[in-house]
């Protein structure tokens, strides 16, 4: 669901980063946990949906927030789909309708493991 996501992303935003601004899709089975932190000044936060996710195992992508929310907002349907091979590659996103035969292109940020 596009809107839904789309709040999400922009909620976990606020404690990302300020340079950075990355926000961390963790995907495993039927969810998706969207998690942002800051060390610098301690924040944290992070929320969970329902998804289909048809890839094998968990995986898990960064995408600069600000960015991400763009592409959502822009998007005219009320679902989309995200495409992935790599962490590091970059992601398609699709709306899904009659007549969106279009796809944005946003390339991922590298996730560092904390800790």
Avoid: W
């Avoid at 495993?28 to 048809?54: C, K, L, M, N, Q």
């Avoid at 790599?86 to 590298?110: H, T």
């Amino acid at each position: 669901n596009r809107a839904e996501f789309q709040e999400i992303v922009k909620r976990i935003s606020a404690f990302a980063n300020n340079r950075t601004r990355q926000v961390r899709l963790a995907m495993d089975g039927g969810s998706v946990e969207i998690s942002a932190s800051d060390p610098s000044t301690g924040s944290e936060s992070r929320e969970s949906f329902a998804i289909t996710h048809e890839g094998e195992g968990p995986f898990n992508i960064g995408f600069n927030g600000q960015y991400l929310a763009e592409v959502l907002n822009m998007c005219p349907s009320e679902e989309v789909i995200l495409k992935m091979n790599s962490p590091v590659g970059a992601c398609i996103i699709e709306p899904i309708g009659e007549g969106l035969d279009f796809f944005f292109l946003l390339m991922p940020l590298r996730l560092v493991e904390e800790g």
